[in-house]
């Protein structure tokens, strides 16, 4: 491993961050094998994307089949496994969300949405929530204010961005207490499109259904469904971002389904196509329609393998009934991480949905606790479960199994994160 890590720190940029030095030779499933033969369950998922593990058996016959046939065909030429993989992803999107278009990654993805945006609206405002992950790329970086770190030394960023605090109601920008909340979030919004820029210059609000890397924190419905009715009283478009919380993470395809509120413009990536690099950016078919020929384009999007991994991965969370299960098992978790913070109020707060859930580390004064997170994560790694954290202060847990984790796994994960809680006390 020490010799693996030399040569990497050799080739490979110090700007790409690992988790943890860790080699591993092959994944099956819900496990890692790492290369002294170590196996570990794995519930980071690959950062969301393993949403039906590692290697599925079904996954690697469709990339075979396809591989067998052609791999590539780019802008030249039609082949029908992309359009069959938009048909396919268009069947479980939200009510309205009928045409797409394929690229590699998140934020690639994002940056389309924006442009897309607008493009279509012929505006240029665009306003993000703080604490928010969209990517790297210059665009979506713009938008991106989970830490700083992704944005230093990359300035000036795309102008006519304006950030506005994310309902982050643990740690609630205006002091509000989830009972007793006004939305005062909202009104700051509101406040916003009267003080710095006016609705009808704006392309589009770009949020995260469910924060992801900025803290693993579902947006509450109401704020949600108060973003819906300002964009349809304005004619600004919202972007739901659910390259994390989409593809059944959440125990429904995508958390606008949870919500029951359906964005105009939806970003898909990560757990789409089982790890190999597809991305999509789905509109309604009216919308899409006014983006001229031209106005986007891709070399590699939509590529012919990765879009049979797609329709595979899809089809597997149908068959294997992933949807229900997630929710169901997800209860179950809930209820064993409460129990666990009863005895341990280092955990300030237990959120999520489906197989998406935040463990919120907090010290004694309530403020974030990244030592005892820190501790815990190192624990469960020595037992054998690899977790990941989120959070400016790196003081969160992500949970996050693979969809197809059953319960007895769960639980035996479960065991030794409470373990790991026990000895960070
Ligand atoms: C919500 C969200 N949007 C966009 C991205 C960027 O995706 P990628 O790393 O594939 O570019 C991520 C990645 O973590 C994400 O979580």
Redesign the pocket.
Known sequence: MKRLLERAGKVITPALHHYYPLEIVRGDGIYVEAADGRKYLDFSSG??VLNIGHCHPAVKEAIQGQIDRFMHTGGVYYNETIVNAAERLLSVTPDGLDMLFFG???????EAALKLARFVTGRQGIVSFTG??????LG?VSI?TSSAKYRNRYHPLLPSVYQVPYPYCFRCPFNCKPDLCDLTCLEFLKGTLRRQIYPDEVAAFII?PIL??GGYHPAPLRFLQGLRKICDEHGILLIF?????GIGRTGWWFAAGHYGVSPDIL?V??GIASGL?L?AVIASRHVMKKWAPGAHGTTFGGNPVACAAAMATLDVIEQEGLLSQVREISEEIVTSLEELAVDYPLIGDIRGLGYMIGIEFVTETGAPNRKACDRVLQFCLEKGLILIPCGLERNIVRFIPPLITKRDDIRRGIEIFAEGVGKAV
């Open positions: 950062i969301a590699n990654s998140g934020t690639e993805s994002v928010a992950f969209h990517g790297r790329t979506a991106t995260e992801g890397e971002d659910e390259v994390q919380s970003t990536a990560k690099p991305s």
